[in-house]
Nanobody, 113 residues
């Protein structure tokens, strides 16, 4: 089975931090890039960040530049999204995307007072 599973979402106050995890199963994570996407209600899904097989990362969304970072631990088959200085506009369902057009089920992040 090939599966991606996100976790780590929740409710956080503005200015807070969360770390999301994307755990892969059914394939060797080492060889693949993994991307993080998010989708807020009424908006299109957008790419947030991507990490390559060799660990190089890109930030796709200007709105999170300098606040979010992505990393990976191939031994644990996990990709992380560290989110700092969270804003209400970051509220969305966050998804990881991998090989073979695979998506996780998403994890809800809500930034609110």
């Amino acid at each position: 089975q090939l599966q991606l599973a996100e976790s780590g979402g929740g409710l956080v106050q503005p200015g807070g931090s969360l770390r999301l995890s994307c755990v892969a199963s059914g394939f060797t994570l080492d060889y693949f890039a993994i991307a993080w996407f998010r989708q807020a209600p009424g908006k299109e899904r957008e790419e947030v960040s991507c990490i390559s097989a060799d660990g190089g990362s890109t930030t796709s969304a200007d709105s999170v530049k300098g606040r979010f970072s992505v990393s990976r631990d191939n031994a644990e088959k996990t990709v992380y999204l560290q989110m700092n200085s969270l804003k209400p506009e970051d509220t969305a369902v966050y998804y990881c995307y991998g090989p073979f057009s695979s998506w996780g089920q998403g994890t809800q992040v809500t930034v609110s007072s």
